[in-house]
C-alpha cells in the first residue's frame, strides 16, 4: 500500500519494486469521481472514450488487460507507455481489437495520488470477472 502519497508517477516507479505498487483508492467512492474528472481533464477520453469505451484506442471496459490487470502493471504501463514498459520485459498477455501503443504519461499526469485515482475509476468499467473487480 502506498503510505507517503504525493511522488510523480515516473518517482514512484522507480522506487518501488515490481509488483509492490498497490492503489489505495480502490472502492472509495469519492475518489473515483474524482478520478473520472482526471481521466477527463488528463485527455484520456480523446483515445478511450468518455466512458472508458474506447475509440480510436483500446476500451477500458474490456474482460482482460492486454499486459495485465493488476495495480502495479495499471500504474507502470499508463506512467511508461507500452513501449517503455515492454522494454523491462512486461508482454501482451492477448490482444485487442483496436491496436496502438500506450503513450507514456507519467510527465503529464502529476503525481501518483492523481494516477491512483484514474485508475480507481478504471477499475469501475471493467467488465471481465466480478470477483476480480478489485484487486
Known sequence: MVSDIGMSPRERVASTPKGKLKNPYTDNEEMIAEGYKRFMGNSCNGCHGGTGGGG????????????????????????????????????????????????????????????????????TVFNGDPARRNW
Open 56 to 123: 480510436m484506442c483500446p476500451p477500458l471496459s474490456n474482460e482482460v488487460f492486454v499486459y495485465g490487470s493488476d495495480d502495479d502493471t495499471l500504474f507502470r504501463l499508463v506512467t511508461l507507455g507500452s513501449d517503455d514498459l515492454a522494454k523491462l520485459g512486461y508482454y501482451r498477455k492477448g490482444m485487442e481489437g483496436v491496436v496502438g501503443p500506450m503513450p507514456p504519461y507519467g510527465d503529464i499526469i502529476k503525481t501518483d495520488e492523481e494516477l491512483w485515482k484514474i485508475i480507481a475509476w478504471i477499475r
